[in-house]
C-alpha cells in the first residue's frame, strides 16, 4: 500500500473506461471520533471481500485505489492479493473528502480501475452522475456493492449495480446484478 503520492497510473479522461466504485464492506458499528478510521471488517465483512474479489478479479482490475480507512482497504485486499498488486491509498476517497478531489481522480483512473471508498462518499456521487435510468434503478448504497461507471470525458454514468444478496453455497454472501 502507498499513500497519494502522484506515483498512481493515470489516463486521460478522453480515454473510455469502466471504473468499479465498492463501497466498504459491513465493519459492524460506526464508533465516533479519529479511532473510526481504523474499524476492521466483520466476519461477514470479511466474507464479502473475498466474494467482490472473486468477482472483480474478472474485470482485469488494472489499478486498485482505496480510501485509507482500515475499512476500505480490508475491503479490497483479498483482490489485491490475487492480483498481486498494490493498493493505492486516497485521500480523494475517504469520508468527508470533497466530491470534487474524488472525481478528479475517477476521471484519470485507468479502463477497469477499482475504487473503494464509503456510503457518503457515494450520495454524493449520485448528484454529479448520470443513471442509466431504465438498467439501474433503483440506486443501491449497500455495503460491499458495486457501482459501474462508464466514463467518457469527463461524463461518468452508472451503468451497472451490483448488489449484495442474502444467502448462497455455505452461506457466502454472492452478487446480484441490477441491469434491467
Not at 492479493?81 to 473528502?97: M, N, P, V
Request: hydrophobic share 40%.
Amino acid at each position: 500500500m502507498s499513500p497519494d503520492n502522484g506515483a498512481m497510473v493515470s489516463t486521460s479522461p478522453d480515454t473510455p473506461a469502466r471504473i468499479h466504485v465498492v463501497r466498504h464492506a459491513d465493519a459492524g458499528v460506526r464508533g465516533h471520533g479519529p479511532n473510526d478510521r481504523l474499524r476492521r471488517l466483520s466476519p461477514g465483512g470479511h466474507a464479502r471481500a473475498e466474494v467482490l474479489a472473486d468477482l472483480l478479479d474478472l474485470t482485469a482490475a488494472s489499478q486498485i485505489v482505496s480510501s485509507p480507512y482500515v475499512r476500505c482497504v480490508q475491503t479490497v485486499e483479498p483482490l489485491a492479493a490475487r492480483r498481486r498488486c498494490s493498493i493505492e491509498l486516497s485521500d480523494s476517497l475517504a469520508e468527508g473528502a470533497s466530491v470534487e478531489a474524488m472525481l478528479h481522480l475517477l476521471r484519470h483512473l485507468p479502463d477497469g480501475s477499482v475504487a473503494c471508498t464509503h456510503g457518503d462518499m457515494l450520495g454524493e456521487l449520485t448528484r454529479v452522475v448520470d443513471a442509466v435510468d431504465d438498467l439501474v434503478d433503483p440506486i443501491s448504497f449497500d455495503k460491499g456493492g458495486v457501482w459501474v461507471l462508464r466514463r467518457n470525458g469527463d461524463a461518468l454514468t452508472l451503468v451497472e449495480q451490483l448488489r449484495a444478496a442474502a444467502g448462497s453455497v455455505e452461506d457466502r454472501p454472492v452478487m446480484m446484478s441490477s441491469t434491467g
